[in-house]
């Protein structure tokens, strides 16, 4: 059961996880879940430990484990962009309404009316500042979550 597993037959990696992978899968009408071997350098795989140990390094699959891998970091990364462009102008629009408001105010207003503009732009400087702050600031998601500090 415990048998050990030999380096990665891709890339040569000893990352290699006896559980690397793992799915629900319908096994005689009912549900059940299948893991096998993965490597976390090249995300290569195979069905049982055996067939990980006794598998041949295959060029092929190789370089084609190696590059849906590349692929994959790429449209992460690609989807990563998107959504920090996005927060970015999000957060700008935030920041023009919040000097919009200001700049509507007029000597003749009154302390209500400045009041009440104030907290409007306040709340779209603390909305852009949040925008600019949740997708790459992890301790702020951490810190914020319920019992954190
Ligand atoms: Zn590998």
Redesign the pocket.
């Known amino acids: 059961m415990s048998e050990a597993l030999k380096p990665?037959?891709?890339?040569?990696?000893t990352k290699?996880d006896a559980e690397g992978w793992s799915s629900l899968e319908q096994y005689r009408g009912t549900d059940q879940w299948r893991s096998g071997p993965a490597?976390?350098?090249?995300?290569?795989s195979a069905d049982s430990v055996e067939q990980w140990n006794t598998r041949a390094p295959d060029p092929e699959a190789a370089s084609l484990?190696i590059s849906s891998r590349l692929e994959w970091r790429h449209r992460a990364e690609t989807a990563e962009r998107l959504l920090s462009e996005a927060m970015e102008k999000a957060a700008g629009w935030h920041d023009d309404q919040a000097t919009l408001l200001m700049g509507s105010l007029h000597c003749g207003d009154n302390a209500t009316t400045i009041q009440m503009t104030r907290v409007k732009a306040d709340w779209h400087t603390d909305a852009a500042r949040q925008l600019r702050k949740v997708p790459c600031d992890s301790a702020a998601i951490r810190s914020s979550a319920p019992g954190g500090n």
């Open positions: 990665c037959p891709f890339c040569g990696s290699v490597c976390d350098d090249c995300s290569g484990a």
